[in-house]
């Protein structure tokens, strides 16, 4: 079990891992985006659209439960998470890197503000939501914990594969930001 963390640190983490998800992707530079990453061709452009989908999902989620409204696994849902990925990737190979980039920032600010107007309780009490929990997450967990999972930890997951492309060549380009 992870160790309990207040809204204010889970606020205060999500920004802050955030800021250091769009700061790589600013290092890798739009023109290197396309490069494969792995051996199964994925490339940053495609972890962007993977990493959005999932903080949609979780966005989504999110929503329906604090409505008090039980989210009904998808046919995708109960798909692997290989072949998950691979729909994901599929779904997303035609969209331009600026609406996968706006997308994925749109997203995470809407996370950011259900999460802000959560009430501390129902973010640390893990059987506050557990009715919506489990059938995901197989097992009761606090909320900060399954947000945490599909937003900065999720990035974490990524970024040594993109640390890496940076690291091999530095590209200086201007900043993707818009």
């Not at 999902?57 to 109960?78: C, F, I, K, P, Y």
Request: hydrophobic share 40%; charged share 30%.
């Amino acid at each position: 079990m992870k160790e309990q963390m207040t809204k204010t640190e889970l606020i205060e983490r999500l920004r802050t891992e955030r800021a250091r998800w769009e700061a790589l992707l600013d290092a890798v530079g739009e023109t290197r985006m396309m490069e494969p990453l792995w051996a199964n061709g994925w490339s940053t452009r495609d972890l962007i659209g993977h990493v959005t989908y999932y903080e949609r999902w979780l966005l989504n989620w999110l929503e329906a439960a604090v409505r008090g409204q039980v989210t009904v696994a998808s046919h995708r849902d109960l798909l692997d998470v290989d072949q998950r990925n691979a729909l994901i990737q599929a779904e997303n190979k035609d969209r331009s890197l600026p609406d996968l980039l706006k997308d994925s920032r749109s997203v995470f600010e809407r996370l950011l503000q259900v999460v802000q107007l959560l009430p501390e309780h129902d973010l640390l009490d893990p059987h506050r939501f557990e009715r919506y929990i489990v059938p995901f997450w197989e097992k009761s967990l606090p909320l900060w914990e399954c947000i945490a999972g599909d937003s900065y930890e999720h990035y974490r997951e990524h970024i040594p594969s993109i640390r890496e492309l940076v690291e091999s060549q530095p590209v200086l380009e201007p900043s993707l930001r818009a």
